[in-house]
């Protein structure tokens, strides 16, 4: 499981010391209410999934528009820390104790970070007792605005005892604050990809439980703007893209290396998914007294997990054309399942001559695919992706695979989907990809002067 975000960025600062006042950056209380807060930030009993919102695989200016990437669990994560001789220790149990807050009787002063989850909303749930009713609230800091005078302002946002707190997506926030002397487990419930934006702080917060304010209406302000990149416009293949008649070639370690990794037999060989971290192509806000970490440590890594899921490739006859047959897919297992459709592939049995209008590519990591019985054989186009990330005409490349072998494919790479030799009635293959599941599809035919063609 990965770290959380907050692990990541705090266990690498350190508590500054506080030469007066005039340092630190003076934040009131407001409880978390309706009427007291208007987006960004709610309430929550029990933990929802289906409440939380996951979000598409962003678009990289200048590239196609990706398709999904919204998929994977929500995990929970434990997040450990306790108050200390009044510093605030996270996380416990390290070689070195870091404290992230200092309080001194009502007074608390935060000098964490802050981050903005980039591909869903995260939830923040702490641990529950039935005893001493108030001392389970908690605080989280957030970036505020006033409804009324339009000024912008870093707000602790109060959690009553017996709820958590739902983030939504782009909203910078710090760590939550507990408020009672003991220990205290968090679960945070995030996406496995678990992507951030980071940030710290120009000074640290201080607030005073006693400064609770119930009378100033609060927009919560989104750091990050999702919006900030245009994908590539009227893009279009060249017309002679797909001119020409390629010839097949049978995969070997030689001719293959350039487009992936020949696995010579699926049933010795253990897939690991290489996941592409989450796109750094939205763009940060800014916000009086938080700035950005350094580029480097700006975004973080994203982890995922891998979704394997099955799916059927049959030749169906052609409705009216007798000799022309076409690939009809039924989706088995996964995100597939139930799901059937005609991906453009067909083979004129006058000519020997197979089409693809199709080609696709995964921008969120890599690609394996085999035939689930080892006996199959399959056929499958490729294409290298140039700066831009558009297919190479002349990298088109069509290949066989024999009995037990499979394609792993790096991210970005262009191919077909997997096709069956014409002499066979049907293949059942499994790919191995991202959770994530973003996926770039590219209409040749539609762009170009027609499908890709090939004869064995």
Known sequence: MPSTAFFRQLMFQRFRAVASGSDMTSVRITPLKDSLVENGVYLAHNFDAATLKKLDWPVVEGRRFPEGGNGGEFLPEPLKMEWKHGKLIFPIGGDVEIPIAVRHGDKITYDGGF???????????????????????????????????????????RVPHGYGIVVEAFVAHSTPIPLHDNDVEFKVY???????????????????????????????????????????????????????????????QANFCSYGLLVEDHHDYK????????????????????????????????????????????????????????????????????????????????????????????????????PIQHKNHFLMIFAKPDASGEPIKDSIKVFSFGPGQGARIPPNVWHSVPIPFATEEYVEFRETISETNANVVLNVEFESSGPIEFTI
């Open 115 to 157: 981050v903005a989850q980039l591909d869903s909303d995260v939830a923040y749930f702490p641990e529950k007792h039935l005893i001493n009713l108030h001392s389970k609230d908690f605080l989280i800091f957030v970036c505020a605005q006033s409804t009324v005078t339009g000024e912008k302002e870093f707000r602790a946002i």
């Open 190 to 252: 995030h996406r496995s990809a678990n992507a951030v934006a980071q940030f710290r702080l120009s000074s640290p917060l201080v607030t005073h439980l006693s400064d609770v304010d119930e009378s100033t209406t609060l927009i919560i302000t989104k750091q990050v703007d999702e919006n900030a990149s245009e994908p590539k416009e009227n893009v279009r293949l060249s017309p002679d893209f797909s001119k020409g008649i390629h010839k097949v070639e049978a995969a070997t």
């Open 271 to 370: 897939e690991e998914v290489h996941h592409v971290a989450w796109p750094a192509s939205t763009k940060l806000i800014n916000f009086p007294g938080l700035e950005l970490q350094d580029y480097e440590d700006e975004f973080s890594d994203c982890r995922g997990e891998a979704l394997v899921q099955d799916f059927r490739m049959t030749w169906e006859q052609h409705p009216v054309e007798r000799l022309t047959k076409n690939i009809r897919f039924n989706g088995l297992t996964g995100s597939f399942a139930g799901a059937e459709g005609k991906p453009g592939v067909e083979f004129d049995a006058t000519t020997g001559k197979y089409s693809s209008s199709l080609l696709q590519t995964r921008p969120d990591g890599s690609f394996y695919i085999h």
